[in-house]
């Protein structure tokens, strides 16, 4: 297949074996958390896709504000309302709090074609304890991760995995 690329009038035809494919970028993926959820409002969540996270945290009512605790859980959902209200696990989650913490929630609307790598990066560079699946490979194409809003306690925010290689972003 010829592409042409336009320099100054002239254009130049370009050969892709020869050019684009030197020019190989990988999938970037740019997610917004939104959050924090507590334990008693999870019937607040939306009926949508997405990814969230599961913390133990300290809520000061004053404040209307969450000391976060511990990133333990990283799921994803199709409807999160469904899943992460009632979740075969949830438990084991609200066990996980200790006394005089509470149970938190933020997440991430993302759709359904790619909540699975999201997922899968998220648990493969966090690596929480309660998560048993995918905390030690990264199954899906390479790409780059760029995590934003509330979504305190990842390890960093910005990271990419190439051949099952994470390498931290600047």
Do not use: W
Not at 18 to 35: H, K, R, W
Not at 112 to 130: G, R
Not at 139 to 145: I, L
């Amino acid at each position: 297949m010829i592409k042409y690329l336009v320099y100054g009038l002239m254009p130049l035809i370009l050969e892709e074996s020869n050019y684009f494919q030197n020019m190989s970028t990988i999938p970037s993926y740019e997610i917004s958390f939104i959050g924090y959820r507590l334990d008693s409002k999870v019937a607040t969540l939306p009926h949508d896709s997405g990814v969230y996270l599961i913390y133990r945290c300290i809520y000061n009512a004053e404040k209307n504000e969450v000391q976060l605790k511990e990133l333990f859980y990283i799921g994803k959902a199709t409807d999160l309302y469904q899943e992460v209200g009632h979740h075969k696990r949830r438990d084991e989650f609200l066990a996980k709090a200790q006394k005089g913490e509470e149970i938190c929630y933020s997440y991430a609307l993302v759709d359904k074609k790619q909540y699975d790598i999201i997922e899968n990066a998220l648990i493969f560079m966090q690596k929480p304890k309660l998560n048993t699946n995918l905390r030690d490979s990264y199954d899906h194409q390479d790409a780059e991760f760029h995590f934003s809003g509330r979504c305190a306690k990842l390890k960093t925010h910005d990271y990419k995995i190439e051949s099952g290689i994470l390498t931290r972003l600047p």
